[in-house]
């Protein structure tokens, strides 16, 4: 378990169990999640909660990733229009034109994704040295 405060991370993605998987991982490292389905719940739920970092699955129904994360960039004030933003895919990230590459997110995970690689991500953005 962490020795830092607890973490809120936001975990936005369609697929139930996906949902679940990371919020376990999460969970297991000491943080504090909260879950949305897809870009407009993910939207309300930034409006309503303090959140240190988003976990953004990219193709969901009604919002999709990218739309929520321009619409986090541009339409919400300090500090949350700058909450760090991971990428969640399943595709091979190649694929994708420099569109997604353009964002300002922090970072691209390729599902299926691990508590390692979860685990690295989150050191990187909680190290408990800085903290």
């Known amino acids: ?45 930034l409006s309503n909660n303090n959140v240190d970092l988003i976990f953004m699955d ?30 969640l895919t399943a595709h091979n990230i190649k694929d994708y034109s420099n569109g997604i590459l353009g964002l300002s997110c922090e970072g691209i995970l390729e599902k299926p994704f691990s508590p390692v690689k979860i685990n690295e991500i989150t050191d990187k953005f909680f190290n408990s040295d800085e903290n």
């Open 1 to 45: 378990m962490r020795s830092i405060p607890k973490k809120n991370i936001l975990i936005v993605d369609d697929n139930a169990r996906n949902r679940l998987l990371l919020q376990e991982i999460l969970m297991e490292l000491g943080f504090k999640t909260i879950m949305a389905e897809n870009g407009k719940i993910a939207i309300d739920l």
């Open 58 to 87: 990219i193709e969901m129904p009604l919002m999709n990733g990218l739309e929520t994360i321009i619409h986090i960039r541009n339409n919400f004030p300090e500090p949350k229009n700058k909450v760090p933003i991971i990428i």
